[in-house]
């Protein structure tokens, strides 16, 4: 009972912080756009996220509620100056740390784990995010350990608590539209076999940098306790090289969440070099230490680079962009059965055997590969806390 009451309570709390942020970013997008000058301010934007950073010391990377304003504060920050961030992985960063608090409010004699916690977070946040239950579900599961059978309804609890918090307050979460016809056999498998090799090798260098450049900042934090003069000069020049690359008007399309061109990917032909400029400004974005996430940003990378593929090879139909909208995200990641559950609950179950065989071979691709989120379970085999 007490279990329940927690995963209710955790699903209140993560639609109700999933819905006032995606609020509060679109009407600091709303303002980007009409005052892009604004775009101007990302190198002193970048340096007042490093002071406050600085300042609030552990806490604002903790468990208390401090940090639900920091995580808040930070990502409509990097939006109103235009970064190339996301928002879903500030929702679900949000949406754990509440559930910690939560549950240590709650706590009885039989006392709830951290990991337990934990996985209510990353359900009620990323279905919140998302929208979809069935998906909350999977990304708790799949990030964290595979279903046991006590916690299977507390998390599907949390899940569906929060997505429907999310809906009843109003907010909208990210839409796909639905796969459109696929004809023939030949020409569709090859090219979504040969989508998710791509999608698998992006993927897979996209964590991959991720996590070196996370591991060379606590590096360079460790041998420098007592100076931070090289972190400000590096914040900086990354601010002002983000600056350079965004500012020119004919960059507009990758600042913010770029949900307009997510939406292009499926009407027309992009430049060629879309998914690549988005992989390397969402990195640069994230280095600096601007706030949101990258889930939408691989949505983005993925749904262009189908876009791509489908001027190459073209097929009189969506399935390229369709499946790249989750298998960018899933390959870096290391979330296959999420990502496949993503694709088929976007653009409908005809989708299923292409994205079977597309999430199949960018796993493969991403085997031994580290995951953006540090772990999951096909990357620890950490058993989890009883």
């Not at 679109?26 to 002071?51: C, E, K, M, N």
């Not at 939006?79 to 709650?106: C, D, F, K, N, Y």
């Not at 590096?219 to 007592?226: E, F, H, L, V």
Request: a positive charge; charged letters at 10%; proline letters at 5%.
């Amino acid at each position: 009972m007490v279990m329940m009451l927690q995963a209710m309570f955790t699903g209140l709390a993560s639609g109700t912080l999933g819905a006032v942020f995606s609020m509060a970013l679109d009407q600091v997008t709303s303002y980007h756009r009409y005052h892009p000058g604004w775009i101007w301010g990302i190198p002193l934007a970048g340096w007042l996220l490093f002071r406050i950073g600085k300042k609030l010391g552990p806490e604002s990377a903790g468990t208390g509620w401090r940090r639900i304003l920091w995580i808040f504060f930070s990502g409509t920050l990097s939006h109103g100056v235009g970064a190339s961030v996301g928002r879903e992985g500030a929702i679900v960063q949000m949406a754990t740390t509440a559930s910690h608090r939560i549950g240590a409010l709650i706590r009885t004699k039989t006392q709830t784990t951290q990991d337990f916690a934990r996985s209510l977070g990353l359900a009620g946040g990323f279905s919140a995010a998302i929208g979809n239950p069935i998906a909350g579900s999977c990304f708790a599961w799949e990030h964290g350990t595979l279903p046991r059978a006590g916690n299977i309804l507390p998390i599907l609890m949390s899940a569906l608590t929060g997505a429907l918090t999310m809906k009843i307050l109003g907010a909208t979460p990210l839409m796909i539209p639905p796969l459109s016809g696929v004809s023939g056999t030949w020409t569709p498998l090859i090219a979504t076999a040969f989508l998710g090799l791509a999608g698998g090798v992006v993927g897979r260098l996209f964590s991959r940098v991720k996590n070196r450049m996370a591991s060379f900042s606590k590096s360079r934090a460790k041998s420098m306790t007592n100076s931070t003069g090289s972190d400000r000069i590096r914040v900086w020049l990354g601010g002002l090289l983000l600056l350079f690359l965004l500012a020119p008007e004919g960059m507009v399309l990758y600042r913010g969440l770029g949900l307009e061109t997510i939406d292009a990917s499926f009407a027309g032909s992009l430049p060629w070099e879309t998914p690549f400029m988005k992989w390397i400004l969402t990195l640069l974005s994230l280095a600096v230490g601007f706030s949101g996430g990258e889930f939408i940003p691989l949505v983005f990378i993925g749904a262009t680079l189908g876009n791509l593929l489908n001027q190459w090879i073209p097929l009189n139909s969506t399935l390229l962009p369709s499946l790249g909208t989750a298998i960018v995200f899933g390959a870096a990641a290391r979330l296959p059965i999420t990502a496949f559950c993503l694709s088929c609950l976007w653009s409908g179950w005809d989708i299923a055997p292409w994205a079977l065989l597309a999430h199949g071979i960018a796993a493969l691709v991403t085997a031994g590969a580290p995951s953006i989120y540090g772990s999951t379970y096909w990357t620890s085999k950490r058993r989890p806390e009883r």
